[in-house]
């Protein structure tokens, strides 16, 4: 420091005693003058002045337990609005006549202190407006030796300084300058947005901020302010409180629709029309608010709430309701203090007709609250009742948000009383009919049924009950109490269902029960109908590319429908094993019996351990794997299918859910829509007319969980691979071996999925080592010559290869199948589906007057180049059993904002899902 380096120039034993004092004095200030005093940091104590106000006003009185005991006077309402900065006189009411419509038809304004004032207790939450500091705000600071000695030229200006009253930056008192005068700014000014800007700081008189109004009232912001007025740092080392009393600077405007309108129409749009967007507002000079205000207003412009379909309120059915002005939704119009001359108002209407209009007049005043109720000229309008809904509850919650009531009349001096409300009925099922027992179970109470009223709404929440059913617990409760099936001496044949039907074979198998079972040793669907299927591992087709004798592991032409026959019994298995499970204990106690024709893997499927899951079994001779079954653990139903109709009017029967999902959590509500119920809310006393009434919607929604994986295959393999990276047993892993492998080796190691051979050969993309184009589709030849030269018909003339993974009946699909998914039937055409994404769409059956829907998961993939799990949740794609030249497959492919029915761009050692389509 600059002070020892002196003292050290003085000698050894006076710097000491000096330095010693110095270090002392360095240690008290925190790092000297500059720096403030130690433990001085500049806080700020936050609060709002129209919160201050309304508790006043709601302070119990003496010998009573609630405020307004009585009427209230004029001397004690006038008082509480003094600490708002306004009087009885501010808080107008006038009728302003309306032009257009059917001429009887007027607006009543009406206005109250605060900025749409909600009452405070501790059961109830604030509607979302800036009535406290709750995001970061803006705070300037002036000091000086004395009070009436503050500096004009700030200590520190537009400082960044956190909600709950502290800075951002550390700054602190000095005690050579103890008085301090400071202002607060919300929302916080920055330079990211330029509707709100303050003073510089080399202005050297009381600052300001220079405001515009957004016109899309949805965008706009509140504007608060506060001075503290003189602060002294009067004690050293401890830091004088500092209050920052907020108040608000503009004026809400809101709409809402009287009680005894006699024609129903729907507002859509409302429009605020010549309002000043722009002006300079002074902050107050003390802590009381004085010497604030506007000067400079300029630039009319149009203010727009709705035409975008944001707002659509029937005015036969929002009786008394606000129907702008619900700041849950930022629906309220937050405006420069004015007078209102020029200024008018249009209502438009959904059906076309002509708008009405309305010119204001009078002025907007900070820190108020103005409603213009759409009514008739008849109405009565001393007694006012205004109620809003709360946002719709998630299926998940047991409490909503906020409803308000707000319930008060206008005596002839200007004076606003409250009005005692309560709720007199419930339409539960819609039909217009309101009654105490109407109330719908699933609504367990009001936390507010009556109320005291007055010019600040009471709020209160409903508490709900929820109505969710854990369908994947049901799932696995079905699998493990389901009828065990076989037994270990006659184990269940899951290729004849039992002995119940003629032997098909396949690579994949739902099991539903558990029990003992047994699968045929055959090579995939080499038996169908209980006869050989030759056609299914040989094709007649003299094409390039085309495999004419499908392999077996040792990448030996197949020879025979059963393993054990197959090339002179050369590859009879002789032990099996497990090669990956997603849950534990699945599968236990495999073997391999038989011999010929008459040979089988068998296994138990315990009750215990049976859950909704995916295996794959593999039998081994000497330890190689000769060939694998995927073992799909799900109810039946599963296999259940859905008639799909393509833009071109194909059919496809496509089977309930994507080949081997797994999910990890499916929950839905018992209902299928929104339920809501109609709460009436009528005022306790009112003229002859009749009592004012008023009616909250509470609402909850309908909804889901669905999640969960499914096995993901490589083009042309019949090995399902792990669509999740938690592998519960055996082994899973990716082989990076460029250059390909053979079909036989990936027989071998169904274990494995294999990267793209790479390089610049034609199969560049592809997992094997020699791309073929007919490993799903034996009589397939390649796309550029199927239509042309053989006249292939899709879909129809598809044969299923011992090579295609699904279960027996099914096959993979034809590249045309997904078509009827987009509206018009071209990649990137608009979606046809059935609600909101829930990880995944709901696809219509149909394009036309579609009668169910198909869901298909956003599985995500396996990366083509690495095996990486990638866009779960986000992506979904399926494989066709067709292929764009030799390197790609064809699939559908699809997003939240896309669907792609065929996608002619995969690469063929890309993970993908599979969804079979019956035979």
Known sequence: MKTTKFLLSLGIFASLGMLASCADDDLTNGGGKEDGDRGTAVTFTLSDAQEDAQNAMMAPVAGSTRAFSGEVTRAGFTNALSMQGLTPEDLTTQKLPVLGGDGNTCLIETTVAGVNPVKHTGAQTRANISTAITDKFSSIGYRGTTAAGISNTPWFHNKETNSDGTLVEDIRWAWEQ??????????????????????????????????????????????????????????????????????????????????NLSWNKTIDKVEIIGAMSKGKYTLPTDETGAGAGWSNQSDPQTFTLGGDGTVNVSTSAAVNHIIMGNTGDNYTFYMIPQSLSGVSVKIHFADGSTPISANLSGTWKPGTTKTYALSQNTSTWQYQLVVTDPAAAAYTSTTTGSYTVQSYRRAPDGTQQPVKWKVVG????????????????????????????????????????????????????????????????????????????????????????????????????????????????????????????????????????????????????????????????????????????????????????????????????????????????????????????????????????????????????????????????????????????????????????????????????????????????GSFSIDNTAGGRSIGYAIQHPENMFRNAGGASQNEFDWCNTSYSNLWSTDFPDLWTAATVYHFVFGQDDVKTVYDPSPAGFKLPALNTFTGFTTNGENYGPKNVRGAWENGWNFNNKISSPDATVYFPASGLRSFTNGSLNNVGSEGLCWTCHLYGLPYGVSLSFYQRHVIPYDDIRERSSGCSVRPVSE
């Not at 990956?580 to 215990?608: H, M, R, Y």
Request: overall charge neutral; charged content about 15%.
């Open 426 to 729: 419930y339409d539960g099922n819609g039909d217009g009919n309101y009654s105490m027992t109407d109330k719908p179970s699933w609504l367990t109470s009001l936390s507010m049924e009556e109320g005291d009223g007055g010019t600040a709404a009471e709020a209160g929440t409903a508490t709900l009950k929820t109505d969710i059913v854990d369908l994947l617990a049901a799932r696995n409760k079905a699998l493990k109490s389901a009828k065990a099936l076989g037994s270990a001496s006659s184990p269940y044949d899951l290729s004849t269902k039992g002995g119940s039907v003629a032997r098909s074979t396949a690579n994949s198998y739902v099991i539903s029960a558990p029990g003992h079972y047994e699968i045929p040793l055959v090579y995939g669907n080499a038996i169908t109908g209980g006869v050989t299927n030759s056609h299914a591992y040989s094709s007649s087709v003299p094409n390039r590319g085309v495999l004419q004798h499908f392999k077996d592991h040792a990448d030996h032409d197949i020879t025979d429908p059963w393993i054990t026959q197959s090339n002179s019994g050369a590859n009879a298995p002789d032990n099996a094993k497990v090669v990956w499970a997603d849950e534990s204990g699945l599968v236990t106690n495999l073997s391999v019996t038989g011999s010929g024709t008459n040979a089988f893997v068998k296994f138990e499927v315990p009750a215990s351990a049976i859950k909704n899951g995916n295996a794959v079994i593999a039998v081994t001779k000497g330890g190689t794997v000769v060939w694998s079954w995927h073992l799909w653990f799900a109810p039946q139903n599963v296999l259940n299918t859905t008639a799909v109709t393509n833009k071109d009017g194909a059919v496809f029967s496509l089977t309930n859910e994507n080949l081997g999902f797994k999910y990890t959590a499916w929950r839905v509500t018992t209902y299928s829509a929104p339920h809501s119920v109609k709460v009436k809310v009528e005022q306790t006393i009112g003229q002859a007319g009749g009592k004012q009434v008023g009616y909250i919607t509470i609402t909850q929604n309908n909804g889901s969980v669905r999640e969960g994986y499914n096995t993901l295959y490589q083009f042309g393999r019949k090995d399902a691979l792990p669509g999740t990276n938690a592998i519960a047993q």
């Open 178 to 259: 103890p008085y301090g005068r400071f202002y607060g700014i919300s929302p916080q000014v920055t330079t990211a947005y330029n509707k709100l800007t303050v003073s510089g700081a080399s202005y050297t008189s009381t600052p300001y901020v220079e405001f515009e109004v957004e016109q899309d009232v949805k965008k706009q912001k509140d504007l608060m302010t506060a001075c503290s007025g003189v602060v002294q740092y009067a004690t050293r080392f401890v830091a004088p409180e500092t209050n920052l009393r907020f108040r608000h600077a503009l004026t809400a405007v809101r709409f809402k629709v009287g009680s």
